[in-house]
């Protein structure tokens, strides 16, 4: 059974950092592009970033580059999101999620983590 | 970029009546277009892929049709559990990836 479990999130002051994780299980990790999405409170789905399978090529939301980083460790079965300059507009619930490499859709959703920033 | 957009905002249904949900994006996706239902308090699960193909586990009364910038995602007799929101997603042309708006459907 495919698991993804977002953890790290939590109430952050504006311009402030914060590291999120996901623990992947249940597939073969190191084949699969992973990505973060996320939903601000009531709103819709939002594409944050992506990271290739080997982590050599990742991609962002215009609305987060410069400021979020997104990593992998195969050897661990984890994806990260490094997020600093952090604002209230990026308060919202990240999830983890999966793709297969090309063009696919997220097949695998984890139950997110969220994120408030706010003084 | 490639704006989604999804209609209507809500649907209004009986329990047993078929819905039909609108996507379409601003320029051709071919078939690269993906449905996903979410349940108050839960992650999105992918429905349809492909545009018209089911995911796994995903009962035949959801369908899904279309190509090019038009697509449609049809519930034929809608159950208690389909009452969600419903979101399209292309993913043909990226970065970024992008989801339409949302649709809800709602009890009538």
């Known amino acids: 059974e495919v698991q993804l479990l977002e953890s790290g999130g939590g109430l952050v002051q504006p311009g402030g950092s914060l590291r999120l994780s996901c623990a992947a299980s249940?597939?073969?990790?190191?084949?699969?592009?992973m990505s973060w999405v996320r939903q601000a409170p009531g709103k819709g789905l939002e594409w944050v970033s992506s990271?290739?399978?080997?982590?050599?090529?990742?991609e962002s939301a215009d609305a987060v580059k410069d400021r979020f980083t997104t990593s992998r460790d195969n050897s661990q079965n984890m994806v990260y999101l490094q997020m600093n300059s952090l604002r209230a507009e990026d308060t919202a619930l990240y999830y983890c999620?999966?793709?297969?490499?090309?063009?696919?859709?997220?097949?695998?959703w984890g139950q997110g983590t969220l994120v408030t920033v706010s003084s | 970029e490639i704006v989604m957009t999804q209609s209507p905002a809500t649907l209004s249904v009986s329990p047993g009546e078929r819905a039909t949900l609108s996507c379409r994006a601003s320029?051709?996706?071919?078939?690269?277009l993906a449905w996903y239902q979410q349940k108050p308090g839960q992650a999105p699960r992918l429905l349809i892929y492909?545009?018209?193909t089911r995911a796994t586990g995903i009962p035949a009364r959801f369908s899904g049709s279309g190509s090019g910038t038009e697509f449609t995602l049809t519930i034929s007799s809608l159950q208690s559990e389909d009452f969600a929101v419903y979101y399209c997603?292309?993913?043909?042309?990226?970065?970024?990836?992008?989801f339409g708006g949302g649709t809800k459907v709602e009890i009538k």
């Open positions: 999620a999966k793709k297969k490499v090309g063009t696919n859709p997220f097949d695998d």
């Open positions: 249940g597939f073969t990790f190191s084949g699969y592009t």
């Open positions: 990271i290739s399978p080997a982590g050599d090529y990742t």
């Open positions: 320029q051709s996706v071919s078939s690269s």
């Open positions: 492909g545009a018209s």
């Open positions: 997603q292309q993913y043909n042309n990226w970065p970024p990836l992008t």
